[in-house]
C-alpha cells in the first residue's frame, strides 16, 4: 500500500499551486477519478469548479472537452453524429466531445432532458451509441458536472435516474477571507489565469496503480453490514421521502475503500465510510416536502442516519 495516498500528496501539491483552499474539493475530485465514477459539483458561479477540474486534467494528462449546457443544445451536440463525405459517398463519424478523458459538463440542468439522458447510457456503460453502433469510450472517462444551486429559470432539474449515476455530489464553498485575498494575490502577480493550468505531469504508472490499489483494499463484513444498514436507515428516516439505493450503498463502500487508500490502510474501518456518507449519498435522498418547507437539508438528514445507526466493533 501507499499508491494511493503518494499520489493524493502529489495531487495536493500541485492543485494548491492554481487552486487556493478547497482541499476537500481537491480529496473529492481525485477520489471521484480513482473510484472510477463521475461526480455533480455544485456551488455558486466564480468558486473555481471549472478551473479544478482542468487542473487535474492537465496534471493527469489527460484529453479534456468542455460543453457549456444551453436549452437548444441537442444529443448529437455531444455524442457526435455520421457525417456524409461528397467525395466518397460514405458516412464519417463526426467525434463529439463525449470522446475525450474527462468532460465537463457546465450547468448541466440548463440542458433539456432529452440531452441530459444522452449522457447516461456513456456514464454508465463507458459507451456511446450513434446510429445504432456502439463507439467505446476511453478506460478514464470522468464526467464532472456543474450546477449553480441558486437559479432556477429556465433549468430542468436532473431526474433520480441520472442523479444516481453520479459517484459524489460535490459542494463548493466560499474560500475564507485569508483564501479570497490570496488568490486577489496570484492574480495581481499574474501567476493565475492561464487558459490551462501550468502543472506538473502525474506518473501514468501512479495512476493505474492507485486505481488497483483501491480494488485490493479488505473489507469486514461487518463492515459490510454497516453500510447496508446506513443505506436502508435512510429510507425510513421521517424526513426523507426517497432512500438511498442499492447502487448507492456500492458506491459508498467503493468511496470508503478510497479513502481507507489515501491514509495507506488496505483495509476500510467505519470511519472511512461515515467520510464517505455525505458525498455519496446528499444527491440520492429526496426529502418530504413538509421537511423541506421546516428547511430540513439532505445533509442534515444523512447525518442523523448515521448517528442512528451503530458503530461496528
Not at 455533480?40 to 473555481?48: M, W, Y
Not at 451509441?129 to 441558486?150: C, E, M, S, Y
Request: charged content about 20%.
Amino acid at each position: 500500500m501507499g499508491a494511493v495516498s503518494e499520489l493524493t500528496e502529489i495531487v495536493r501539491k500541485e492543485a494548491g499551486t492554481v487552486i487556493v483552499g478547497q482541499r476537500d474539493v481537491i480529496d473529492q475530485c481525485l477520489v471521484t477519478i480513482l473510484a472510477g465514477g463521475h461526480a455533480l459539483i455544485e456551488g455558486v458561479p466564480g468558486l473555481a469548479k471549472t478551473l479544478a477540474i482542468k487542473t487535474f486534467a492537465a496534471m493527469m494528462h489527460f484529453k479534456f472537452q468542455r460543453v457549456q449546457a444551453t436549452p437548444d443544445l441537442m444529443p448529437a451536440d455531444i455524442t457526435g453524429t455520421n457525417v456524409l463525405n461528397l467525395q466518397t459517398n460514405t458516412f464519417a463519424l463526426h467525434h463529439g466531445p463525449i470522446f475525450t478523458d474527462l468532460l465537463l459538463v457546465d450547468e448541466i440542468n440548463r440542458m433539456p432532458p432529452r440531452t441530459q439522458a444522452a449522457l447516461l447510457e456513456s456514464m454508465e456503460e463507458r459507451q456511446v451509441t450513434i446510429d445504432g453502433k456502439r463507439h467505446p469510450l476511453p478506460d478514464w472517462f470522468t464526467v464532472f458536472a456543474t450546477q449553480n444551486p441558486l437559479e432556477f429559470e429556465g433549468t430542468y432539474p436532473l431526474p433520480e435516474a441520472q442523479l444516481d449515476r453520479f459517484l459524489l455530489k460535490i459542494e463548493v464553498a466560499y474560500p475564507s477571507a485569508e483564501d479570497e485575498t490570496q488568490i486577489l494575490a496570484l492574480y495581481q502577480t499574474g501567476s493565475a489565469g492561464q487558459s490551462m493550468p501550468q502543472v506538473n505531469l502525474l506518473p501514468t504508472e501512479l495512476l493505474q496503480a492507485a486505481r488497483t490499489e483501491v480494488r485490493d483494499v479488505k473489507v469486514e463484513p461487518a463492515l459490510l453490514g454497516y453500510v447496508t444498514r446506513l443505506a436502508r436507515k435512510s429510507r425510513e428516516h421521517p424526513a426523507i421521502n426517497l432512500g438511498a439505493s442499492p447502487r448507492a450503498a456500492l458506491n459508498l463502500l467503493y468511496v470508503a475503500k478510497v479513502y481507507a487508500a489515501i491514509e495507506a490502510r488496505d483495509y476500510l474501518i467505519p470511519d472511512d465510510v461515515k467520510q464517505a456518507v455525505l458525498p455519496v449519498m446528499r444527491h440520492r435522498v429526496v426529502l418530504k416536502p413538509e421537511a423541506a418547507l421546516e428547511g430540513v437539508t439532505p445533509n442534515q438528514a444523512i447525518t442523523e442516519v448515521v448517528k442512528s445507526v451503530d458503530i461496528p466493533r
